[in-house]
């Protein structure tokens, strides 16, 4: 989709030249705050579980989107996305699980230590919580480009993306996700055994080829970068407690 301002597919200056050309993609919300920082995204969390009357603390979500944030940021670089993607995907990554705070049940299942079974009911809601992102955010008045609430709705589902650029941004999107899902367990997933860099290459090495084989992802760059962006002490300063080697 096209806006005022926003610069035409194919002709993408530097990013020096960026600033000049290329609106902020957001923006700001009806009470004047700027979502690029994050400290603004942290009390949308807050403000959202606040007024959705759920149980218990936010602060694991916060800290998923904060940390996921960082590694989708070090991809986009390792890749050399330009300015105008990377704002993209740090926006679209710092608001992608807002869904979870949607209703209580569905934030009852996030923290569940509970397995179910990819047909049960329990895991169709769980399902349901990137939908319910995009749902929230439009509710909220923000003003947030379509593409980013694409990359928002489809973050498990990079395939779904309507082209190749949008394609390579979904991936990255997913890999954060997943990376920041396996080192820093969840309640409603088996323990993961990941205690070196080691490990974790070896496991993310896995996982690609099976979401590979599944036709999610197709764009090695992202996978490469990724490995790269693991290896660096950006990377291990995110999970200080695991100390990967
Ligand atoms: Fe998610
Ligand atoms: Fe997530």
């Known amino acids: 989709m096209t806006q005022k301002g926003n610069v ?5 200056p530097p990013d020096s030249q960026l ?3 290329v609106p902020p993609l957001i923006v700001t919300n009806h009470m004047g705050r700027d979502l690029r920082d994050f400290n603004v995204v942290e009390s949308l969390y807050r403000e959202v579980h606040t007024s959705n009357q759920l ?3 936010v602060a ?7 940390r996921g944030g960082v590694i989708a940021d070090g991809i986009c670089r390792e890749m050399g996305l330009n300015g105008s993607d990377r704002s993209m995907v740090s926006l679209a990554f710092s608001l992608h699980d807002m869904g979870k705070l949607h209703d209580p049940r569905i934030w009852e299942l996030v923290n569940s230590t ?3 079974l990819p047909d049960s009911e329990e895991k169709a809601i769980l399902n349901r919580h990137s939908q319910y992102s995009v749902e929230l955010l439009k509710g909220l008045n923000l003003n947030i480009l379509e593409e980013t609430l ?3 709705e489809n973050h498990h589902h990079p395939n779904r993306m309507p082209n190749e650029n949008m394609g390579v941004l979904g991936e990255v999107m997913y890999w954060a996700d997943r990376i920041d899902a396996i080192v820093d367990k969840r309640p409603y997933q088996d323990p993961n055994d990941v205690t070196s860099q080691r490990s974790l290459l070896m496991m993310l090495r ?3 080829v099976e979401a590979s084989t599944k036709g999610l992802c197709k764009h090695d760059k992202v996978y490469d970068s990724l490995n790269k962006f693991i290896r660096t002490e950006e990377f291990r300063n995110l999970y200080p407690e695991i100390k990967l080697k």
Request: aromatic residues 8%; hydrophobic residues 35%.
């Open 206 to 208: 896995g996982m690609y």
């Open 8 to 12: 035409p597919k194919g002709v993408q």
């Open 114 to 116: 509970k397995r179910y």
């Open 150 to 152: 694409m990359l928002i």
């Open 55 to 57: 149980s218990g603390d």
């Open 60 to 66: 694991d979500l916060i800290n998923h989107v904060r």
């Open 19 to 21: 600033a000049d050309v």
